[in-house]
């Protein structure tokens, strides 16, 4: 199994793995020509919005939280776009093994294995896309009781163990936010907003018992 990112959670890490083994399989079959497109994209669009609704509940998010229809409804919707694309590629024969056809569509030849190992690759940015709903997930998390009184949670941005970090999630580390300001930051843990457009990114929230000082004061 190619590498994939890491959360804090083992419940997460889990669902992490299981997405992928189940968006290989089904790429597998639709590959050596078992499902048809219709089926496959049926089914990805299943496999895809049960999982970032799973990810977003195994992070704690509560689908009553306000503004919390409106993250998930867009990614449900970038998950959607991303099935009709990849549909669009293998039943094209993008990913297809033979170096003829691959000639005849315009495309340098490539092997199964090459072929194979691009998709692979495709996948594996999914499984980091399903990564940034547990940011979500605690962005919209229900006030916890801390204290005797029920209180926004808090969340350190930890940088994750990749060699290199881009300038946005260096500048992020560290800092200690509720909920609620990690959404009106706009920004999130393998967020497309990131300079590192979230590709392969292993930063994640992580709760903290440490005060807010607001983003301003950070």
Excluded at 18 to 47: K, N, S, W
Excluded at 166 to 172: A, E, F, I, K, V
């Amino acid at each position: 199994m190619p590498a994939l990112p890491n959360l804090p959670d083992p419940a997460a890490d889990a669902q992490l793995e299981a997405y992928y083994a189940q968006l290989d399989d089904l790429t597998e079959q639709a590959l050596a020509g078992q499902v048809r497109e219709d089926v496959f994209r049926q089914e990805m669009r299943r496999i895809t919005e049960a999982a970032i609704l799973l990810m977003f509940l195994l992070a704690g998010g509560d689908q009553n939280a306000p503004s919390a229809d409106l993250a998930l409804d867009e990614q449900y919707r970038i998950a959607r776009n991303s099935v009709e694309r990849l549909a669009e590629d293998i039943y094209d024969g993008r990913y297809s093994g033979r170096g003829e056809s691959q000639a005849v569509l315009g495309r340098p030849a490539q092997t199964a294995e090459e072929a194979r190992e691009k998709l692979r690759n495709r996948l594996v940015l999914w499984v980091f896309s399903l990564a940034g709903i547990d940011a979500i997930g605690k962005m919209h998390a229900a006030p916890m009781l801390i204290a005797g009184e029920y209180r926004e949670p808090t969340y350190v941005w930890e940088l994750g163990p990749t060699k290199e970090h881009c300038t946005d999630c260096l500048y992020l580390s560290g800092t200690v936010l509720t909920a609620s300001e990690w959404i009106q930051t706009g920004v999130a843990p393998q967020s497309p907003d990131l300079e590192c457009n979230g590709f392969r990114c292993m930063c994640s929230l992580v709760p903290t018992e440490a005060e807010s000082l607001g983003f301003e004061n950070q």
